[in-house]
């Protein structure tokens, strides 16, 4: 079998394969990519598309990197893989240690897992077994927050938003957690103490029964791309010490860069004490996340009844991923990457802010680099998709959402691409 042809590929695909929530409908938009190297896709018809997807947010440093390319084959030639259970190797203790210091302050231990998603099942964990190993096994429930998403495996979609995260469909196996309605105070509204109101009533009633609070800080992504005031977070860590409730952020989506601050959290000052990493950990190159937790949840799981953390996935800190993780974090530190992300916003806002004229439109947002056009009816991805693909540009819009978080590196032009081609959609849905 000789697949040459992109029509080739798109044949067999469509016999095969399941795409990312997708059916098997043969007529849903689907392009083949031969290659990709800096912000740039190439179809196999030799058309290129502008990426403002980053690859659902991880390719920060772009497509085709030398230095990535470079760490990569050299650990191939170490190792590709070894299993992790009592062995242990230099890219993975080299990542634990760089992460270790990248994050907020007091976050000590390090936790390898195979995705973004597993990651935050292992934090679920570590929070149950904290509790428990403090005496308050009743304590275990998780309390998350409307409009979130935190993944996709059975454990991590409890906590997604109830009614986008389809619990209806799973509701026989899933279980059953406490939602908080999401933060309505603005990322860059004056501050309202009255978004706090259902956070502080749940966990007033049941923070007897709540081992952690779970939140993406600041930047709720695939549940709604809404941005949230920092004030919101200090006080979410301040109640979760008053109530004895762990705070875990997810910072799988808004780690490295993306708001502007290496982490999110570092908007409001504080450390979780619990942390989701994942998505561009290793600048799009392989799928790799961690779970960092402080000391003191650490040692209460290892004073506890079972003594160890039960997680422990076969390609557990795989070599090749820790590589290239190293390699992409040693790229971002030592590129002006606050520079480009705040150029990217204000890119973003002078030409999105415009699109706020079209009637289809109902509201216009960015921060960091991440720039969204909400409109007010859901996208008909079968006419949009091939309309943005026609303009050069690769954006995967969902729901009533059509919006961009391009790679650091992009051009002021390629991003000016990005958003004409937004502005063409807005005017289109409008007539
Ligand atoms: C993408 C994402 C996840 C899930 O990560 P996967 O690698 O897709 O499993 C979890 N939380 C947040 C905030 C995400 O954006």
Same mark, same amino acid.
């Given at each position: 079998m000789?697949?040459?042809?992109?029509?080739?590929?798109?044949?067999?695909?469509?016999?095969?394969?399941?795409?990312?929530?997708?059916? /098997?409908?043969?007529?849903?938009p689907?392009?083949?990519?031969?290659?990709?190297?800096?912000?740039?896709?190439?179809?196999?018809?030799?058309?290129?598309?502008?990426?403002?997807?980053?690859?659902?947010?991880?390719?920060?440093?772009?497509?085709?990197? $030398?230095?990535?390319?470079?760490?990569?084959?050299?650990?191939?030639?170490?190792?590709?893989?070894?299993?992790f259970?009592?062995?242990?190797?230099? $890219?993975?203790?080299?990542?634990?240690?760089?992460? %270790?210091?990248? +994050?907020?302050?007091?976050?000590?231990?390090?936790?390898f897992?195979?995705?973004?998603?597993?990651?935050?099942?292992?934090?679920?964990?570590m929070?149950?077994?904290?509790?428990?190993?403090?005496?308050?096994?009743e304590k275990?429930?998780i309390?998350?927050?409307?409009?979130?998403?935190?993944?996709? +495996?059975?454990?991590?979609?409890?906590?997604?938003?109830?009614?986008?995260?389809?619990?209806?469909?799973?509701?026989?196996?899933?279980?059953?957690?406490?939602?908080?309605?999401?933060?309505a =105070?603005?990322?860059?509204?004056?501050?309202?103490?009255? =978004?706090?109101d259902?956070?502080?009533?749940?966990?007033?009633?049941?923070?007897?029964?709540?081992?952690?609070?779970?939140?993406?800080?600041? %930047?709720?992504?695939?549940?709604?791309?809404?941005?949230?005031?920092?004030?919101?977070?200090?006080?979410?860590?301040?109640?979760?010490?008053?109530?004895?409730?762990?705070?875990?952020?997810?910072?799988?989506?808004?780690?490295?860069?993306?708001?502007?601050?290496?982490?999110?959290?570092?908007?409001?000052?504080?450390?979780?004490?619990?942390?989701?990493?994942?998505?561009?950990l290793?600048?799009?190159?392989? +799928?790799?996340?961690?779970?960092l937790? +402080?000391?003191?949840?650490?040692?209460g799981? =290892?004073?506890?009844?079972?003594?160890?953390?039960?997680?422990?996935?076969?390609?557990?800190?795989?070599?090749?991923?820790?590589?290239?993780?190293?390699?992409?974090?040693?790229?971002?530190?030592?590129s002006?990457?606050?520079?480009r992300?705040?150029?990217?916003?204000?890119?973003?806002?002078?030409?999105?802010?415009?699109?706020?004229?079209?009637?289809?439109?109902?509201?216009?947002?960015?921060?960091?680099?991440?720039?969204? %056009?909400?409109?007010?009816?859901?996208?008909?991805?079968?006419?949009?998709?091939?309309?943005? %693909?026609?303009?050069?540009?690769?954006?995967?819009?969902?729901?009533?959402?059509?919006?961009?978080?391009?790679?650091?590196v992009?051009?002021?032009?390629?991003?000016?691409?990005? /958003?004409?081609?937004?502005?063409?959609?807005?005017?289109?849905?409008?007539?």
């Amino acid at each position: 079998m000789n697949l040459t042809s992109g029509e080739d590929l798109l044949a067999l695909d469509r016999t095969h394969i399941w795409h990312p929530y997708a059916s /098997t409908d043969p007529t849903a938009p689907l392009y083949p990519v031969a290659s990709a190297q800096g912000c740039e896709l190439e179809l196999y018809d030799g058309r290129r598309l502008i990426d403002g997807m980053s690859s659902w947010w991880c390719v920060i440093h772009g497509y085709n990197r $030398p230095e990535l390319n470079e760490a990569l084959t050299r650990q191939t030639h170490q190792m590709a893989h070894v299993m992790f259970g009592g062995l242990t190797h230099e $890219p993975a203790v080299t990542l634990a240690k760089k992460l %270790v210091d990248l +994050t907020p302050q007091g976050l000590e231990k390090v936790f390898f897992a195979d995705s973004g998603s597993v990651s935050v099942e292992v934090a679920i964990k570590m929070a149950l077994q904290y509790q428990m190993s403090q005496g308050k096994a009743e304590k275990s429930r998780i309390l998350s927050l409307r409009k979130g998403y935190h993944g996709d +495996t059975l454990g991590a979609m409890s906590l997604c938003d109830p009614v986008t995260g389809m619990h209806h469909l799973f509701q026989a196996i899933l279980p059953q957690q406490l939602f908080a309605d999401a933060p309505a =105070c603005g990322v860059r509204d004056p501050w309202d103490p009255a =978004c706090l109101d259902s956070l502080k009533e749940l966990l007033h009633n049941h923070h007897q029964t709540i081992a952690a609070l779970i939140v993406e800080p600041i %930047v709720q992504g695939a549940g709604g791309m809404r941005f949230y005031h920092p004030q919101y977070l200090r006080e979410s860590r301040a109640l979760c010490d008053q109530f004895d409730v762990l705070l875990i952020a997810d910072e799988i989506a808004t780690g490295f860069g993306r708001t502007g601050r290496m982490f999110a959290c570092e908007h409001a000052g504080i450390t979780p004490d619990i942390l989701c990493l994942g998505k561009a950990l290793t600048g799009g190159y392989m +799928t790799l996340a961690a779970t960092l937790c +402080t000391n003191k949840v650490a040692d209460g799981i =290892c004073s506890g009844e079972a003594g160890v953390l039960m997680h422990g996935p076969t390609f557990m800190a795989n070599p090749l991923a820790c590589a290239v993780a190293n390699a992409s974090l040693d790229l971002l530190c030592s590129s002006p990457w606050q520079e480009r992300v705040a150029r990217i916003e204000q890119q973003l806002i002078n030409e999105l802010s415009p699109l706020e004229k079209y009637q289809a439109v109902k509201e216009v947002r960015a921060f960091g680099a991440i720039g969204v %056009v909400e409109l007010h009816e859901p996208v008909n991805m079968k006419v949009v998709v091939p309309r943005l %693909v026609e303009q050069g540009v690769w954006l995967r819009p969902f729901g009533r959402l059509l919006y961009t978080m391009p790679p650091f590196v992009i051009s002021s032009d390629q991003l000016s691409q990005i /958003t004409a081609a937004m502005a063409d959609i807005c005017q289109f849905l409008s007539q």
